[in-house]
């Protein structure tokens, strides 16, 4: 079966930096997302890497290492606005997003 | 720039009700999708449409049926709600498929008694 991982919940303190880490398992593989998901509201795009190597947007990157089925989302100068859930999700051989349960990461002052 | 729009935000409906989600986009993407999300599982596909005139189920479409007439509306139907369609459902869209950032709508919370 496919399967994606990741913690369920990450703690962090305003300022430092956190990773959290994704493990998957699907068929094919046709790229690998990361969503924010603040309470209560929709999804957004934060990143999508399809090849091997680490990508960085601004305070956000994201690594993927595709011959180990892991990716990162590394979260650099956290902030209290970045206490959210982080979604993980791939694109199977089929072009169909499977998706991880989220991690929910709380920020401390 | 409204998106994706959702109708209801929010609804109660009793069991063995009919009931309609509705989703408008205005980004001309081809794809739509519908997600249901649940406390500690991840979006779950219910029924997606990779261009207007055809529509395909996903992981979880027992239940729900969808119409994709033109591109802009993907409507979701329960034709008789159970208890445990209780969630919370998301439109998304797409222009590249899978491989393409998804644009979500603001959701709608459904219960049912």
């Known amino acids: 079966g496919q399967n994606i991982d990741q913690p369920t919940e990450m703690t962090a303190t305003e300022g430092a930096i956190v990773q959290i880490n994704c493990t998957y398992q699907t068929s094919g593989f046709n790229g690998l997302f990361w969503y924010q998901q603040h309470a209560g509201e929709a999804p957004t795009f934060l990143s999508y890497?399809?090849l091997d190597g680490l990508e960085e947007k601004g305070r956000f990157s994201s690594f993927l290492s595709r011959s180990k089925g892991y990716s990162y989302l590394l979260l650099k100068e956290l902030q209290m606005k970045d206490s959210a859930s982080y979604l993980c999700a791939v694109s199977d051989s089929n072009y169909q997003l499977i998706w991880g349960a989220g991690t929910k990461l709380i920020i401390k002052p | 720039i409204a998106g994706i729009t959702q109708a209801p935000t929010s609804q109660i409906l009793a069991a063995g009700r009919r009931m309609t989600l509705r989703c408008t986009q205005d980004?001309?993407?081809?794809?739509m999708y519908w997600y249901r999300q649940d406390l500690g599982l991840g979006l779950r596909l219910i029924h997606y449409?990779?261009?207007?005139?055809?529509?395909g189920k996903g992981e979880v479409p027992d239940g729900y049926s969808v119409s994709r007439a033109n591109t802009d509306d993907f409507p979701l139907t329960l034709a008789s709600a159970v208890p445990s369609q209780t969630s919370v459902y998301f439109c998304a869209s797409s222009d590249s498929g899978g491989t393409g950032e998804l644009f979500f709508g603001e959701g709608s919370r459904l219960t049912v008694l």
């Open positions: 890497n399809v």
């Open positions: 449409s990779n261009t207007a005139g055809t529509t």
């Open positions: 980004m001309r993407h081809n794809a």
